[in-house]
């Protein structure tokens, strides 16, 4: 057990929803990560929260957005969903700003139909 | 930019043998991290090893352990003694300590198969 916290593990839903999907890091990390594992793409970096702010920013779609709350949790919302954003989505963290140690959490599988 | 190259879309081994996975990357930065990480049926991406490349010496975790060659640009992962544990895919990653995009860059992955 890593000590990052995804929920839900699955989902399902339809084209043109919205869902958000939940991280709780590993206690005293202050780093969240979000990583998207498709087929076709791999394992994309989507973004970083360092301590509530956003840090870094990588291949992430208009149509997804994050923030990190003061309990350092973190959401990531995915609205007007696609076939193609079907994946499984993974929360990562670490103890400062730099990914220098990841922890990661076990995923949700997204499902779009 | 960065690339991480695994050229070994599966592998196998027996149970006891030894195997070693290829893992090469491409940088011009000094400073960086590599890893390697699993991710058994479960779904989960654990951590198996890490190696900072100022450091000479190779990371070595228990039965895991790199081959580390920082002018070849290559990263391998060696399993002793394998067990059927072991069985998942295995990714290759990157991470350039000095840069802005903060990002772990990761490899497409090798299957890993222990057959008994």
């Known amino acids: 057990d890593s000590g990052v916290t995804q929920t839900p593990k699955h989902l399902i839903t339809a084209t043109g929803q919205r869902v958000t999907l939940r991280c709780s890091p590993r206690?005293?990390?202050?780093?969240v990560y979000w990583y998207q594992q498709s087929l076709d793409q791999g394992l994309q970096f989507l973004i970083q929260?360092?301590?509530?702010?956003?840090?870094a920013k990588g291949n992430i779609l208009e149509r997804f957005s994050a923030q990190q709350f003061p309990d350092l949790h973190s959401e990531l919302n995915l609205s007007s969903l696609e076939l193609g954003d079907s994946a499984l989505y993974f929360c990562?963290?670490?103890?400062?700003?730099?990914?220098?140690?990841?922890?990661f959490g076990q995923g949700t599988r997204l499902t779009v139909v | 930019a960065q690339t991480v190259t695994q050229s070994q879309p599966e592998m196998s081994v027996q149970e006891a043998e030894t195997v070693t996975l290829s893992c090469t990357y491409d940088?011009?930065?000094?400073?960086?991290?590599l890893f390697w990480y699993k991710q058994p049926p479960s779904r989960q991406m654990i951590l198996v090893i890490r190696?900072?490349?100022?450091?000479?010496q190779n990371a070595t975790e228990n039965r895991f352990s790199v081959n580390f060659q920082k002018a070849a640009k290559s990263f391998s992962l060696k399993i002793s003694d394998s067990q059927l544990g072991d069985a998942a895919m295995y990714f290759c990653?990157?991470?350039?300590?000095?840069?802005?995009?903060?990002?772990?860059?990761f490899g497409t992955g090798t299957l890993l198969a222990v057959q008994p």
């Open positions: 990562a963290s670490s103890p400062g700003g730099r990914a220098t140690e990841a922890f």
């Open positions: 206690s005293g990390d202050l780093s």
């Open positions: 929260y360092y301590n509530g702010e956003e840090r």
């Open positions: 940088t011009s930065e000094s400073d960086y991290y």
């Open positions: 190696q900072e490349a100022y450091k000479q």
């Open positions: 990653a990157f991470y350039d300590y000095g840069g802005a995009t903060n990002k772990l860059i």
